[in-house]
């Protein structure tokens, strides 16, 4: 066996890869991603640095996936010291460390069971296969199970999650589409009820309802707790299950530690992945114990669960827990919203609104505003803040939870001088 790393501020002693090829790197890759012009070669925290030696306040954090940020010394020492001990092994076999991350997921959340795979776009097809089955071996009535989802919503690239993501601008050109999903707008009852009276008809379909707590994607939009507490009673009356992609909003980000304790109601089925691992691929399912019917054979994922994902998984959230990480979500949340709101008081005919929940934050610019949110995204890039679009209209602020308050001042002087660097153009 090796001997253990010795870690030494592995981080400062990093030298970044320097010049960056991107003719070779277009001729190479395929074009799938409208790409910013710059390429990232370190990290540390909060802060990034790219190819040429320029440094980024990081407010995207992968797409609200680095919880912990950049080179965090709990995620190296955890990690190196589980690649030299052991990184995958098959799920034929018992995987210790897959059971302890399932323990506490479990003792930390209202799901009964978990199963493991490598995204959130698995994660979520894992979740519709569950309903299936759920429905062709519970509700035997029903023959043609359907899934409620909402317009706006996003739930992943798969084909059958991309049926579920409620934006045509994604389907389109991949038709046909997987049978078995109608959409209804968000946050709004009255459209659930007409959904699921129109599709059960003489004939009973609708086996359960998949939202987010939050819809990132879509332009970062707070659920209703009126709406989902109806919705909860709506699928008790029914038999109809509840689902949560939590693929975004789990994990602390929302200042809870998973997105549906913001509404007061618990899922039946929630999914996680991208803050679950920190920024190393991992998906999760998660289940109450009425509707955990898969059995061997049902379900599987060659990587899901391995030892190094599940390591790192449990590093996290033990790291959330023991660093009382959510409150500094809380408070960060709390601070950033203030300074964004009072750009959107002093500037009402250019911006909407700021909403969210923790971390997970929006502006949203008016329609009439001679702007759009990758305008305001390429001129903070410039001044060396990232943050993402989140739809043609709203700025998402996403940053990694272990944020300082000097960090969010910071990113809020540097997009102001990216609002007037556009505006003045
Ligand atoms: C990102 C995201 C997904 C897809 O996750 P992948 O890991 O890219 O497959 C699904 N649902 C939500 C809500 C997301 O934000």
New binding site residues.
């Given amino acids: 066996m090796s001997p253990e790393i010795v870690l030494e501020q592995p981080i400062a002693n990093v030298t970044p890869q320097t010049g960056f090829d991107r003719d070779s790197f277009n001729t190479y890759v395929m074009n799938t991603y409208g790409r910013f012009p710059i390429a990232i070669a370190k990290g540390e925290g909060c802060r990034l640095q790219d190819t040429e030696g320029k440094e980024y306040l990081d407010f995207v954090a992968g797409?609200?996936t680095c919880t912990l940020g950049h080179a965090h010394p709990k995620l190296i020492e955890v990690v190196s010291k589980q690649i030299q001990k052991l990184h995958h092994v098959s799920n034929l076999y018992y995987i210790p460390e897959q059971g302890e991350l399932a323990k506490w997921i479990v003792e930390h959340s209202c799901a009964d069971k978990v199963f493991f795979c490598n995204?959130?776009?698995?994660a979520?097809e894992a979740a519709i296969k569950l309903v299936r089955k759920y429905a062709h071996r519970v509700l035997d009535f029903l023959e043609q199970p359907v899934i409620l989802t909402a317009k706006a919503?996003?739930?992943?690239?798969?084909l059958a999650?991309l049926t579920a993501t409620g934006q045509p601008k994604y389907q389109k050109d991949f038709d046909p589409l997987v049978p078995g999903f109608a959409y209804v707008p968000y946050n709004d009852i009255e459209a659930v009820e007409n959904a699921i009276a129109d599709l059960d008809e003489g004939n009973r379909r609708v086996a359960a309802i998949m939202l987010?707590p939050l819809q990132?994607?879509g332009g970062v939009r707070p659920g209703n707790i009126d709406y989902f507490r109806r919705l909860r009673q709506i699928c008790d009356q029914n038999n109809v299950l509840l689902v949560f992609?939590?693929?975004?909003?789990g994990v602390g980000r929302t200042g809870k530690l998973w997105g549906y304790e913001n509404l007061g109601v618990e899922p039946d089925i929630f999914?996680s992945?991208?803050g679950l691992a920190g920024g190393i691929p991992i998906?999760a399912m998660m289940c109450k114990q009425k509707c955990d019917v898969f059995e061997p054979g049902s379900h599987a994922s060659t990587f899901g669960g391995n030892p190094f994902a599940c390591a790192s998984g449990l590093a996290v959230l033990q790291t959330i827990e023991s660093d009382n990480i959510l409150e500094n979500v809380i408070a960060r949340g709390e601070q950033l919203r203030a300074a964004l709101s009072a750009i959107v008081v002093q500037f009402p005919e250019l911006f909407v609104e700021v909403r969210g929940w923790g971390l997970i934050n929006g502006m949203e610019i008016r329609e009439s505003a001679p702007f759009t949110s990758a305008d305001i995204v390429n001129a903070a890039l410039a001044e060396g803040l990232l943050i993402a679009p989140a739809g043609p209209k709203v700025l998402r602020f996403v940053p990694p939870l272990i944020v300082t308050e000097a960090e969010v001042n910071e990113a809020v002087a540097k997009l102001k001088i990216a609002m007037s660097k556009v505006l003045h153009h």
């Fill in positions: 797409i609200a995204s959130g776009a698995e979520n919503s996003f739930h992943g690239r798969t999650t987010e990132g994607e992609d939590e693929v975004q909003v999914t992945a991208k998906g």
